[in-house]
């Protein structure tokens, strides 16, 4: 039964569970890669974004750096209106700490400081930009209270022959507005790196320290924003761990010109927020589905095999013989036609254990009524013949005589089956003192030498030539080898040879009567001990399960082969004493 | 108040509060003040606080310094807990001068009574904690104070993690600030205010008129907003905003360009153009200070605002110590600087009252049309005088426009989130140090 049931587990683990394992697997998987990779995109498209707000920053300030300068160099302008000009830009303009505007040589024209200019015009060689389009953004550098701040230079043409510089101080604090508004998911933020990887604004609040200090991106970040300049326009997202031990989706964008970078961080709890709360709802519904399955699974097959147990049991029940035992079996499907097959199978065995039984009854009345007709008409008759003769030849002394032994006889023949009839039900009152092995069969094969001889038949006697003694009642042995050798004489045809040996085996004596016979039938050999069972036509069929009673009494044992045409052996075995046999009075 | 402290100090709304003083009492002629010390409290040194040596540490602080004493005859000490300031007149403002006096000696400038105790002064401040003052011992252990030459540089510090608080920050860190989880900011009105203070003596200036077309030019929200990205207050005039006899309802200067411009048309300042400079009525110098970035702002805004109007604000950069001279001898003609308000009159008295000729002046702009009302508050016995006398101040000062007034300061202090500092009853933290908690990982604040 428990095979039964490791099958229904392997059975429910391979048709439910597993396929669902599996698809939950992949899903989960596939649930991952997918958002990871849409979330990835969409930081990366943020991030362009917000390159793209930088590099318009910057094109923005550039303009208006050009209008200025335009129309600062090329309309004549009083130094004074020069100054309001500036000075006004500078008040418009919260990014532009100071404006100022120089001739070709260098020389300060105008500045929007009430006091000195502090500053001067770059190296051409630093102009990047295309056309007329040409500018210089200066590395970053820390002003005095070390905050970022860069320089940007756009060359001015005033006139054919009056070129030069307007130059303008951004606090790049104004940077960190615009990145600092920038907000991905709950808490994903952008930075800002130079050329150099160095931090120029951080969206997030607690690392805006890090401006401050000058501090360098992060590895990670940097290895980002390097291959960004590696002439990638854009990079894989990344994953990494930060200072503060946080797991960290990045993305980067590149700005151009000034070659910075754009870095979109998001921490994985918020990135894949969505997605592991799908991922545990997934799980959970798999989980369910499996907790639901496998109970489902184990209360059917709970409810299969029990039904299989109660055929069992009751099968088992049939077997010891309690055939009123029956099966009640719930459902309608074919366990529940085999429990209702399994009790008509029930039913019909009691019926046909009582016919038998009904038959057995009468063959044996039959066979016991026969054997008793066999054994006992012929002393009645004998009887009733004497009776007649006797009222003729009443005055007969002689014959008187003979009526009485023939009387005699004849009723110890019909005590004696009433006897054997008897001994059948009760066991057989035996007397056990040692007796002489050779004695007790020799005395019986001659008891027996007249009838085989009147059968035409050979009874020779092969005894052990020790002396050997057995626990016995010598008049029950008796009885038992002349049943034998009887039987011996009765199926063996006349020229047949009977044997009657004895020998010693170890502690056990043996006595084999073997006659040249027809032989029992193998069907047969194995009734031939029971009860009313006799391989002849007549008689109660007694003798051997008498004989066999009266061995097994004694400690011994008695075994018959038999073959067919052949003759038949039986073989008496008992235990041996050493003990000399008491002499008998009389 | 982190060291030593005042017999008196003002709270909030300019009431006067106990400190090493209990109770005070002005005689009936109002020219004697009866100051009861508290009991129990000792110098840092052990040295107990009594009536004699607070009387030897003020007469030594009047002699070095008469400012706010001027009235002051005699100081008495009738017994050891009892201080009785004898005036040669009723002084209404010697409350307020006492609660900028703090009591501490000269001779022994590390000694006081306040929160905290001067062990070090080089190669910083650094102060521990009095565990024996007399209104419990401090939260912090100890204390170091670090001076950055500008607010911005003490800010970045701050973002690097060198110090623990700002005690000032300008209103551009406050954006920065704000959001970020390790660090906590707090904001309250200031008594400073930054106004434009014109010169009486010019003869431009000394039109009524014009002083009012060019308060009117002015957008203060503007300058507010701009320069001070809308961290500030517009003031109206020099009076606390917060004291208890300020009353929000009275008149005050709005922004119109256009009334202005008729009013100088009509007093006879048309707009004239003359080579190499910008066409105006007339110039006016502006003394500013030069050394912050933020007034810089604030000079360049009102020069492009009053050259709407036609007048040409010519600006004249400065130190402090130059702006401070100049003030005081009246050398200027316009300056732009911040004033000190305190929470009482005593300051406004000393910077808008016109002083006798010859006498010490904070400033000098020639005005005197505030004297006789800055007398009554001084001389002013009962709550219903002193709010009459500020109303009447407020009017006088709408009236006259001896300076355009344009913002009151914020002071933001910003500190590291770990503080435990916020008490509803005090607006601002720093009068609370001695209460703040630190978490567990608790060191030296700075």
């Not at chain 1, 035996?430 to 085989?452: G, I």
Request: charged letters at 25%.
């Amino acid at each position: 039964m428990k095979r039964i049931t490791g099958r229904f587990v392997l059975l429910i683990a391979t048709a439910a569970v597993f396929p669902l394992v599996v698809y939950g697997l992949i899903s989960v998987s596939s649930l991952r890669s997918g958002t990871e990779q849409s979330v990835g995109k969409g930081n990366q498209a943020v991030a362009q974004q917000v390159a793209a707000y930088i590099r318009q920053y910057f094109d923005n300030n550039l303009r208006v750096l050009t209008s200025i300068g335009t129309e600062v160099r090329g309309t004549q302008l009083e130094p004074w209106q020069q100054e309001r000009i500036l000075r006004n830009h500078v008040l418009d303009f919260h990014e532009f700490r100071e404006i100022s505007v120089f001739d070709a040589s260098g020389r300060l024209q105008a500045t929007s400081r009430v006091g000195p200019s502090t500053l001067s015009i770059p190296d051409s060689a630093d102009l990047v930009g295309e056309g007329a389009k040409k500018y210089s953004v200066a590395t970053p550098h820390e002003d005095a209270d070390a905050l970022p701040t860069t320089t940007i230079a756009v060359p001015v043409v005033g006139g054919a022959e009056d070129r030069g510089w307007i130059v303008a101080e951004i606090s790049l604090e104004e940077l960190w507005r615009t990145v600092d508004h920038i907000k991905v998911g709950t808490t994903g933020y952008a930075l800002l790196l130079d050329e150099h990887s160095k931090l120029l604004a951080h969206g997030n609040p607690n690392d805006r320290a890090k401006i401050a200090s000058g501090a360098e991106a992060a590895p990670e970040e940097r290895a980002l924003a390097e291959a960004l300049r590696a002439e990638q326009p854009s990079t894989e997202p990344r994953q990494f761990t930060n200072d503060r031990g946080q797991k960290l989706l990045a993305v980067a964008a590149a700005v151009d010109n000034p070659r910075w970078s754009v870095l979109v961080e998001q921490p994985t709890t918020d990135a894949f927020a969505v997605a592991a709360a799908l991922e545990r709802q997934l799980l959970a519904a798999i989980g369910l589905a499996l907790l639901g399955t496998v109970i489902l699974g184990w209360l059917w097959g709970r409810s299969f095999i029990q039904r299989i147990y109660a055929l069992t049991r009751v099968t088992r029940a049939i077997a010891d013989g309690r055939m009123d035992e029956r099966v009640a079996l719930s459902g309608q499907d074919e366990i529940r036609q085999l429990g209702d097959a399994f009790n008509s199978m029930a039913d019909r065995l009691v019926e046909l254990q009582e016919e038998i039984r009904k038959q057995e009854r009468q063959a044996m009345f039959g066979r016991i009524a026969a054997g008793l007709v066999h054994d006992l008409s012929h002393p009645i008759q004998n009887i009733g013949n004497s009776c007649k003769l006797i009222q003729k030849m009443f005055e007969d002394l002689e014959y008187r005589e003979t009526f009485k032994k023939t009387v005699e006889r004849e009723l110890v023949i019909i005590k004696r089956v009433l006897d054997d009839l008897r001994n059948i039900a009760r066991p057989i009152p035996l007397e056990r003192f040692p007796v002489d092995l050779n004695r007790t069969v020799a005395d019986a094969a001659e008891a027996m030498e007249q009838h085989a001889e009147t059968a035409g038949l050979t009874l020779r006697t092969e005894l052990t030539p020790e002396t050997v003694f057995m626990e016995g009642d010598v008049f029950a042995l008796g009885r038992v080898y002349r049943n034998l050798i009887l039987n011996a004489i009765q199926a063996t045809a006349p020229g047949g040879l009977i044997v009657v040996a004895s020998e010693v085996r170890g502690g056990r004596v043996q006595v084999r009567i073997y006659d040249t016979g027809c032989g029992i039938p193998p069907e047969r050999i194995g009734q031939i001990f029971e009860d009313f069972v006799t391989t002849k036509r007549r008689g109660l069929g007694l003798g051997l399960a008498i004989s066999k009673k009266i061995v097994e009494q004694l400690g011994g044992t008695i075994s018959v082969t038999s073959e067919v045409g052949k003759g038949t052996t039986f073989v008496l075995e008992f235990p041996r004493t050493e003990a000399r046999p008491m002499l008998v009075a009389g | 108040m982190l060291f030593a402290e005042p017999l008196i100090a003002l709270d909030w709304q300019g009431r006067p509060a106990d400190r090493l003083a209990t109770e005070w009492q002005w005689s009936e002629d109002g020219r004697a003040l009866t100051v009861i010390l508290r009991r129990g409290v000792k110098f840092h040194d052990g040295t107990p606080v009594t009536s004699e040596i607070v009387a030897g540490i003020l007469r030594q602080r009047i002699k070095k310094e008469p400012l706010g004493f001027e009235a002051l005859e005699r100081l008495d000490t009738p017994d050891g807990n009892t201080l009785v300031f004898r005036l040669a007149r009723p002084d209404a403002f010697l409350i307020g001068v006492l609660a900028g006096t703090l009591i501490i000696d000269d001779n022994k400038p590390d000694i006081g009574t306040g929160p905290f105790r001067i062990v070090a002064r080089t190669p910083i401040l650094e102060a521990r904690k009095y565990a024996e003052y007399y209104r419990g011992a401090a939260g912090l252990e100890s204390l170091q104070l670090i001076t950055f030459p500008t607010q911005r540089a003490a800010w970045v510090a701050l973002m690097r993690g060198d110090v623990e608080m700002v005690q000032d920050l300008n209103p551009e860190s406050v954006e920065f600030l704000q959001g970020a989880s390790g660090v906590a900011v707090y904001s309250s009105l200031r008594p400073f205010y930054i106004p434009l203070v014109f010169n009486l003596h010019h003869p431009i200036l000394k039109q009524v008129e014009v002083r009012r077309a060019i308060t009117e030019a002015i957008d203060r929200d503007e300058i507010v907003k701009e320069a001070m990205r809308g961290q500030w207050q517009v003031a109206d005039d020099p009076v606390w905003p917060s004291h208890w006899a300020y009353n929000a309802a009275t008149r005050r200067h709005s922004y119109n360009p256009g009334a202005a411009r008729l009013r100088l048309d009509a007093a006879g300042f048309p707009v004239k153009s003359a080579p190499g400079k910008m066409a105006s009525r007339f110039e006016l110098k502006c003394l500013f200070w030069g050394e912050d970035p933020q007034f810089e702002r604030i000079a360049l805004l009102l020069q492009r605002q009053l050259s709407e109007i036609g007048v040409n604000l010519l600006l004249v950069p400065a130190n402090q110590d130059t702006m401070r001279g100049r003030a005081g001898k009246g050398d200027f003609e316009t300056y732009l600087f911040q004033m000190t308000s305190g929470r009482s009159f005593d300051w406004t008295y000393r910077f808008w009252h016109a002083s006798p000729a010859g006498a010490a002046e904070r400033q000098n702009s020639g005005y005197s049309g505030a004297n006789q009302v800055l007398e009554a508050l001084r001389n002013a016995r009962t709550d219903s005088e002193v709010r009459v006398g500020v109303a009447d101040l407020r009017q006088r000062f709408y009236e006259d426009v001896p300076a355009a007034f344009l913002a009151w300061t914020h002071g933001t202090r910003a500190v590291d989130a770990r503080y435990q500092v916020s008490d509803p009853a005090v607006p601002d933290i720093w009068a609370n140090i001695w209460r703040w908690r630190l978490g567990p990982t608790q060191r030296a604040a700075k």
